[in-house]
């Protein structure tokens, strides 16, 4: 084990802990170089079974020859940073899920042919920007049998820490990418029809037998608050809506994508 005790919290090889911005880990200029940041043992697993590479890792002392070895002992040529975690804490800003952090790199992304080639079922997220959300529906996509997810370039990235955490590593299982310049039309070459989750006097009741007869469907959904754009909506096959009750008129669009995957992915 390459095991090293903290004592200089200013060592340049802690900056991706506690010095490195999102921005900064997901280096845009330089996308090869890109980094992430992986929070308890079960995640950083998950991302190790999908074929990511660590670089190095980040603990309490305690959780070397427990909890942690396991995983330590599948990367045996990387730092292992520890302390307590009271000091933990204090370099990086947050308690630790689990005592345990691993900086990861990113993987290429693939095209969005090779993610959908084989798919459904998929989720389009248009311009969703929290990561809460976008871990969210990561894990319900995961759980509710979407095959795949692509996103507009304005959404948050699904590597973020937040959305790897929240997403209890499904963003290492479903396969995803971004749309770049491709547009929800763009997704008709490849035999898909939308359905733009949306209120508007046109939309018709999640549970229509039309939706599940479709042999591939794209699940369009839009950003908090606004919802999709017009343009977007227009360029749909269907406009669907979640019926509601008490005057709510509508879900938050991770509790609206769940209630979306569940029933679209049903048997016709």
């Known amino acids: 084990m390459n095991v090293i005790e903290i004592t200089d919290f200013m060592d340049p090889q802690l900056d991706v802990y506690a010095r490195m911005s999102e921005n900064e880990l997901l280096n845009r200029h330089e996308p090869q170089k890109g980094l992430f940041i992986a929070e308890s043992p079960k995640v950083i697993q998950v991302a190790l079974d999908a074929g990511y590479e660590p670089v190095s890792m980040l603990m309490e002392t305690k959780h070397v020859m427990t909890q942690g070895k396991v995983i330590i002992d599948q990367c045996p040529n990387i730092p292992v940073y520890c302390a307590s975690l009271d000091i933990l804490c204090e370099l ?4 630790l899920t689990r005592g ?15 993610v959908i080639k084989d798919a459904k079922r998929i989720a389009v ?10 871990g969210a529906i990561f894990r319900s996509a995961a759980a509710l ?21 929240v997403s209890m590593g499904t963003v290492f299982q479903i396969p995803w990418t971004f749309m770049n310049e491709m547009s929800v039309e763009d997704l008709h ?20 037998k039309r939706l ?7 699940v369009v959904l839009g950003t908090e608050g606004d919802g999709l754009a017009s ?15 008490h005057g709510v008129d509508s879900l938050n669009v991770a509790a609206a994508s769940a209630v979306a995957f569940y029933q679209l992915t049903r048997k016709a």
């Not at 990086?92 to 308690?95: A, D, E, H, S, V």
């Not at 997220?125 to 976008?134: A, F, G, K, Q, R």
């Not at 599940?212 to 794209?218: P, S, V």
């Open 92 to 95: 990086t800003g947050f308690k």
């Open 100 to 114: 345990m952090l691993c900086a990861m790199k990113r993987k290429k992304l693939p095209s969005v042919q090779e």
């Open 125 to 134: 997220l248009e311009d969703v920007m929290n990561p809460t959300n976008i």
């Open 145 to 165: 049998n979407m095959d795949a997810i692509l996103l507009t370039n304005a959404c948050s990235n699904p590597l973020y820490r937040r959305s790897i955490r």
């Open 189 to 208: 070459a490849f035999g898909f029809k939308n359905a733009a989750m949306a209120l508007s006097d046109q939309s018709i009741p999640i549970d229509d």
């Open 212 to 218: 599940l007869q479709e042999e591939k469907l794209a």
């Open 231 to 245: 343009s977007t909506i227009a360029g749909c096959d269907y406009t669907v809506r979640i019926p509601m009750a």
